[in-house]
Antibody, heavy 116, light 110 residues
Framework: EVQLMESGGGLVQSGGSLRLSCVASGFTFTTYSINWVRQAPGKGLEWVSYVASTGATSYADSVKGRFTVSRDNAKTSLYLQMNGLRAEDTAVYYCVRDYHYYFDLWGRGTLVTVSS | QTVVTQEPPFSVSPGGTVTLTCGLTSGSVSTTHYPSWYQQTPGQLPRTLIY???IRSSGVPDRFSGSILGNKAALTITGAQADDESDYYCALYMGSGIWMFGGGTKLTVL
């Protein structure tokens, strides 16, 4: 089955760190760019970060300098290291496949709650 | 800082036609932004409706169509049905691996 599965969410205090993981299966992971997209409770979608099949990365201004995305092609996995967490980072974080300039496959998401 | 704009909550009558738009606070939306549209109902994952401006995703009814109208991307629903009541988000590719979502439009069918 073609899928993405996130893990690693939880409750963390403001200023703390958390590492999210996303495991891909059912497709050739190395040929796709993968993104993190988040959705705060009751709010809209917000793009967070991107890692290309080449390993190149990019970030939204709201997380630049605090979050780091990486991928391990051997493990078909994507990671998001989140440092300096703030209350406004509270959201469901989705791992999302990028196929020819659109988001075509979404994981179920993992909830990150930052307590102030 | 550039923001992607979408309409506030919108309503359409059953069977009616509605056009939702996706703009930029600075500049125009063009095909080089590869506009895509996503439908999301509460508790569900986003579903891709339209990508690359006007290509319908697999299984999406042909009452959904995408275009560029003036300086914005547009999603038109022709013959709205009750189960089209959802939140609609557009996404724009800004280059260099950077994406932006609009704030979403909540569509009510009544």
């Amino acid at each position: 089955e073609v899928q993405l599965m996130e893990s690693g969410g939880g409750l963390v205090q403001s200023g703390g760190s958390l590492r999210l993981s996303c495991v891909a299966s059912g497709f050739t992971f190395t040929t796709y760019s993968i993104n993190w997209v988040r959705q705060a409770p009751g709010k809209g979608l917000e793009w967070v970060s991107y890692v290309a099949s080449t390993g190149a990365t990019s970030y939204a201004d709201s997380v630049k300098g605090r979050f780091t995305v990486s991928r391990d092609n051997a493990k078909t996995s994507l990671y998001l290291q989140m440092n300096g967490l703030r209350a406004e980072d509270t959201a469901v974080y989705y791992c999302v496949r990028d196929y020819h300039y659109y988001f075509d496959l979404w994981g179920r998401g993992t909830l990150v709650t930052v307590s102030s | 800082q550039t923001v992607v704009t979408q309409e506030p909550p919108f309503s359409v009558s059953p069977g009616g036609t509605v056009t939702l738009t996706c703009g930029l606070t600075s500049g125009s939306v063009s095909t080089t932004h590869y506009p895509s549209w996503y439908q999301q109902t509460p508790g569900q994952l986003p579903r891709t409706l339209i990508y690359a401006t006007n290509i319908r995703s697999s299984g999406v009814p042909d009452r959904f169509s995408g275009s560029i109208l003036g300086n914005k991307a547009a999603l038109t629903i022709t013959g709205a049905q009750a189960d089209d009541e959802s939140d609609y988000y557009c996404a724009l590719y800004m280059g260099s691996g950077i994406w932006m979502f609009g704030g979403g439009t909540k569509l009510t069918v009544l």
